[in-house]
């Protein structure tokens, strides 16, 4: 089964409160729901793979200003059929920044996130399910903007909350201020 791998992740994930075992619950449910949840043409929504993305020293995180969205956010995007998310999430780093050498620091989930997207280009609003991993860069210098981004800036905990308005960045923020 082919769903295997994000079902085991989302069953050992450790949910900090009520609203992380809410989001947990939401996505183990949508990814038993359809077979086609790595897809991004499922319309109802689909799974994405997101990177919380730190640097060597552990002390900054490389945000993006995304542009479809206008926001401050963490770099990730669609799994495009593979259902391997860890994988997705280091690939869209990579893409977004045009680093290199970005590993995980944990196989296990780092977040979860379900957000509606506007309808954008003929495509209607739908759902991200989105999985989020702690990563980490080999180096701070060298990133490239995509297409995707307006820009990149590595940041702080404090610069990434001034930064963004998005509560799930912020959220991201206090569990990387505060792990285990």
Excluded at 97 to 109: D, H, K, N, R
Excluded at 139 to 166: F, V
Aim: glycine content about 4%; some cysteine; hydrophobic content about 35%.
């Amino acid at each position: 089964m082919h769903r295997r791998d994000i079902l085991e992740k989302l069953t050992a994930y450790q949910p900090r409160d009520k609203r992380d075992a809410t989001q947990r619950d939401r996505i183990a449910s949508f990814v038993n729901a359809h077979t086609d949840c790595f897809e991004r043409d499922l319309i109802v929504g689909h799974i994405t793979g997101s990177a919380w993305l730190i640097n060597r020293t552990g002390d900054r995180v490389l945000l993006t200003h995304h542009k479809k969205l206008d926001m401050w956010l963490q770099l990730g995007g669609h799994a495009d059929g593979d259902p391997d998310v860890l994988r997705v999430a280091i690939r869209e780093a990579q893409e977004e920044s045009g680093l290199e050498g970005i590993i995980p620091m944990s196989t296990t989930i780092f977040d979860l996130d379900v957000h509606r997207i506007p309808d954008h280009n003929n495509t209607p609003t739908h759902e991200h399910h989105d999985i989020r991993f702690l990563l980490q860069a080999n180096t701070d210098t060298g990133y490239q903007i995509s297409d995707e981004s307006h820009e990149l800036k590595w940041c702080t905990p404090d610069q990434a909350l001034k930064l963004s308005t998005d509560q799930s960045v912020r959220r991201m923020v206090h569990k990387w201020q505060h792990q285990p």
